[in-house]
Structures are given as structure tokens and as C-alpha cells.
């Protein structure tokens, strides 16, 4: 009944996503961009990292900074990256990587707008769950991607020092976007 779904990373693409769990103290969250072509599923490009505050104990994604970059990618013309931005991810720190009741929550309302998602949870052990989530035509719940391939061919090697070289950049970009709370301080949830 269900096709086959093929999920394939662009591996800078898949490095930054690791790389922003790994450099990040607090629960970093983002989208990339993914091509869909039947049942298969291209991740590529940089991923959108908004700026977000984040304290340990919470995984939100931040609509208020989701909203803001629809504006602006609206006001730039470029609205069709809005369409392309349909793998949601985010990093559970140290703590274990299947969806959480707020992540569950989250993908609820994320499906409101949009047939499809692809959620991906990552987090400092190199563990990663991802699923595929349909809305419309109807509500599939998810479809559990055990495994990932790449648009080239990469060995572990190639990966290991591709994460090296792109390491620095990923510890700006999070020093830039992500406003570590204070878990006291915010624990209102
Ligand atoms: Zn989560």
C-alpha cells in the first residue's frame, strides 16, 4: 500500500543539522529545505536557522520567528522557499530522541498549513528518529524512516571531516540566533 519513502540528504545539509545539536547547549530547532518528488525526498541547502530563545528544558518551535521569516520571505519575493522549508528539526540536548507530547503538538499545528511534513529529532549521541507525517489527503501517522542516504557517495570519513570543516561556522551561526534562558527563570511552561 505504501511506496517506498526515500529520504536523501545533501551531507552539508545533514553535518549542520548534527553540528547544531552538537555545539548547541539548549534545544536548537530549524527547517531545511526539501524537494519532493513521488515518494522520495531530497534535504538540501543550508538549513533556516531562526533566531530563538531556548532554555534546556523546553522544545518549542518558535512561530512568532517562523511567522517573521514567511514575512520577510514573502517581502523578498522569494516565497517559494516558504513551500520548500518542510523538514522541521530539532535537537533534544542529551535526552532521548522520539517525540515528545509537545513535539506531538507541534506537528499537529504544523500540519494545518501544509499536506506534509518530515520531523527530525537529533541530539549530542549522534542519535537521530525522523518521520514522515501526511495531513492531506488524509492523516497517515508517521511514516518511521530507518534509513538515510545521500545525494553523492560519502564515506563515514568524508562525513567525520566534512563535520570538522563546517564546525566553526555552525558555533557562530548559533552564537548569532539562539538566546540561551535561564531554565529558572522560565519554567512557567
Ligand atoms: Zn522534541
Known amino acids: 500500500m505504501l511506496q ?3 529520504i536523501i540528504f545533501e551531507p552539508k545539509t545533514f553535518v549542520d543539522i548534527i553540528l547544531a545539536a552538537l555545539v548547541c547547549d539548549v534545544e536548537i530547532s530549524g527547517l531545511a529545505k526539501v524537494e519532493k518528488s513521488g515518494s522520495q525526498y531530497v534535504i538540501y541547502d543550508e538549513p533556516i536557522i531562526f533566531k530563538q530563545a531556548c532554555c534546556i528544558s523546553r522544545t518549542t518551535f518558535d512561530e512568532t520567528a517562523y511567522m517573521l521569516w514567511q514575512e520577510k520571505m514573502v517581502i523578498d519575493g522569494t516565497h517559494e522557499e516558504i513551500q520548500k522549508a518542510r523538514l522541521w528539526w530539532h535537537s533534544h540536548v542529551w535526552a532521548p530522541v522520539g ?3 509537545r ?3 507541534t506537528l499537529d499545528l504544523m500540519g494545518q498549513d501544509f499536506d506534509w511534513w518530515l520531523a527530525l529529532v537529533v541530539n549530542k549521541r549522534y542519535q537521530a528518529y ?3 507525517r501526511e495531513y492531506k489527503p488524509r492523516i497517515l501517522s508517521g511514516v518511521i524512516i530507518q534509513e538515510y542516504e545521500f545525494t553523492q557517495n560519502i ?3 568524508d562525513l567525520k571531516k566534512l563535520l570538522e570543516e563546517r564546525r566553526g561556522r ?3 551561526i548559533v552564537k548569532e540566533k539562539v538566546n540561551v534562558l535561564d531554565p529558572v ?3 512557567d511552561d
Open 130 to 132: 525522523m518521520e514522515l
Open 155 to 157: 564515506s563515514r570519513g
Open 103 to 105: 513535539d506531538e503538538n
Open 185 to 187: 527563570a522560565d519554567d
Open 4 to 6: 517506498e519513502v526515500k
Open 99 to 101: 517525540f515528545s507530547d
Open 170 to 172: 555552525m558555533e557562530l
